[in-house]
């Protein structure tokens, strides 16, 4: 089965073909980042503008790389939320309007559920297999961070999410601080490698339960920052950014980790998986490989894959029309949702 996948919630137009639910035939990604940089965050109808312009020459391409016209297409995958309204609306027409033309099932999928399956798609390791439930799966992005017990497809136990700044936010809000561009979490990895974790330690924000909470430590950055500068009377030395983006990301990996090996011990599960754009951090990847005793119960999706795409979305879509499809089977319309709520299904 050929599932299209398409994603517009935020500042990505993407578009996939998957066979099967694990098999990435083509994943195009037109991302609006040197756009928003100039601003140094998203600006909604900025976006907007550009998913409106991109999205069918990146469903062409996508089209294209998999070899197939749109008649070879089997069902629809859409994001319906949570995202920004303006950018969904792209997507969400262009699906509504695809699938009701091709008289083909049309799936609504939770961004942040596409997310969490990712880890469903097929890498090149020797090892893979589909992923065993139960799974503790931590999703770490830009707009959300949630510790959740995956028992099934489509069956959720959500065990904390955090309580202020998702971790992603404080990336790119400390990044912001260090004078970094947008999106500034792959820049303080690259920026944190010389550093040295320990010459500013910062406060660990810790919620006795499994929540999180990170508006804290960017505050604590900004206080020491001013500290170091005087009240910004000289700017930061190379040292000082390099330093202070170790310690930042150290306490921040700290905490997800601590909660996330805790939760998979707690609930004795097959598997630990982490998933959204923070999971692209190698530093954090290797910090959970570490401390763990079996490292292959232990997934995080390939790069281009942990952040914003489509294939995440045309997975979660396989699963959902699998165990539901007399659901899809007639066309009804997606309607987006800014808040959507991930729910069992
Ligand atoms: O999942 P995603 O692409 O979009 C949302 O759904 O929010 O995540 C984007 C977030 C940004 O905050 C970005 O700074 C962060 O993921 N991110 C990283 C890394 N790559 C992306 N954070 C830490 N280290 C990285 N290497
Ligand atoms: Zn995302």
């Excluded at 983006?245 to 998979?264: N, P």
């Excluded at 954090?284 to 119960?297: E, G, I, M, T, Y």
């Amino acid at each position: 089965m050929l599932v299209l996948g398409i994603e517009t919630s935020c500042d990505e137009t993407a578009c996939a073909v998957v066979q099967n639910g694990r098999r990435v035939l083509s994943n195009v990604i037109f991302s609006q980042v040197t756009i928003h940089q100039k601003t140094g965050g998203v600006v909604p109808e900025v976006a907007a503008r550009e998913h409106a312009v991109k999205i069918i020459p990146v469903l062409e391409e996508a089209l294209k790389k998999a070899k197939i016209s749109l008649t070879d297409i089997d069902a629809i995958a859409v994001t319906k939320g949570p995202g920004l309204q303006t950018s969904l609306l792209t997507g969400v027409n262009c699906a509504n309007t695809l699938a009701l033309l091709l008289k083909i099932p049309l799936i609504p999928v939770n961004h942040i559920e596409g997310h969490i399956y990712a880890n469903f798609l097929q890498t090149s390791a020797r090892w893979w297999k589909l992923p065993k439930f139960p799974i503790v799966v931590l999703t770490a992005s830009g707009g959300h961070n949630e510790l959740i017990l995956w028992k099934n497809h489509g069956v959720y136990q959500f065990l904390g999410s955090t309580l202020d700044d998702a971790a992603g936010e404080a990336f790119d809000k400390v990044a912001r601080l260090l004078g970094l561009p947008y999106p500034g979490g792959p820049h303080i990895e690259k920026l944190a490698k010389k550093g040295n974790p320990n010459i500013f330690p910062l406060p660990l924000p810790y919620p006795k339960t499994f929540d999180f909470s990170f508006s804290g430590i960017k505050t604590a950055v900004l206080y020491l920052i001013r500290d170091l500068t005087k009240g910004n009377k000289r700017p930061l030395t190379t040292r000082e950014r390099i330093n202070i983006a170790a310690s930042f990301q150290k306490v921040i990996c700290e905490v997800l980790i601590a909660k996330f090996l805790k939760a998979a011990e707690k609930f004795g599960v097959h598997e630990i998986h982490l998933a959204g754009g923070v999971s692209a951090n190698r530093y954090l990847q290797r910090r959970v490989q570490h401390a763990l005793q079996k490292p292959n119960r232990f997934r995080f999706p390939p790069l281009p894959l942990c952040t914003d795409n489509a294939a995440m979305i045309a997975t979660a879509g396989f699963y959902k029309l699998k165990k539901h499809p007399m659901k899809y089977k007639k066309w009804q319309p997606v309607i987006s949702d800014p808040n959507l709520k991930i729910r069992n299904w």
